[in-house]
């Protein structure tokens, strides 16, 4: 059995466009090993040939809160584009087994998702005010 070049944990949607952006698409993404191997990538059930790959680009950013590192590997075939999220580990900066244009980028955060995390930190400033009221 052929062993991988690189594995990594990745959450991957299926999805037309730029999906620089937090929001409900990544939500539902799908969470498993991207495995790279001499002839393709795979993601789960998903398997790209690196012939079949028409476009490929590695957008490097850094988060908005936190400012850690990161990466969109998007992957154009003829039927769809495959967009894979992965963390910022060195691998990324070096050679990849396919032709691959990279780019820095900005991390953008959707409305829903600064909601999400409004209401987030409201609720725990409240449980903290509380809990020192109660004290």
């Not at 690189?6 to 939500?27: E, F």
């Not at 609720?123 to 109660?134: D, G, I, K, R």
Request: proline share 4%.
């Amino acid at each position: 059995m052929e062993q991988p070049l690189h594995t990594c944990m990745t959450k991957a949607v299926i999805a037309d466009g730029d999906q620089l952006q937090s929001g409900p698409q990544w939500i539902m993404s799908r969470r498993a090993f991207l495995k790279l191997y001499e002839d393709h990538l795979q993601c789960g059930d998903w398997s790209i040939n690196y012939h079949d790959i028409r476009d490929a680009i590695l957008a490097s950013f850094r988060t908005p809160i936190l400012r850690l590192p990161g990466y969109v590997l998007s992957i154009r075939t003829d039927s769809k584009t495959f967009h894979f999220g992965v963390n910022g580990w060195q691998f990324w900066q070096g050679d990849l087994p396919f032709p691959v244009a990279r780019t820095k980028s900005r991390l953008r955060i959707s409305l829903i998702s600064f909601l999400a995390r409004a209401v987030l930190i409201g609720y725990t400033v409240y449980v903290v005010w509380c809990w020192l009221a109660a004290a």
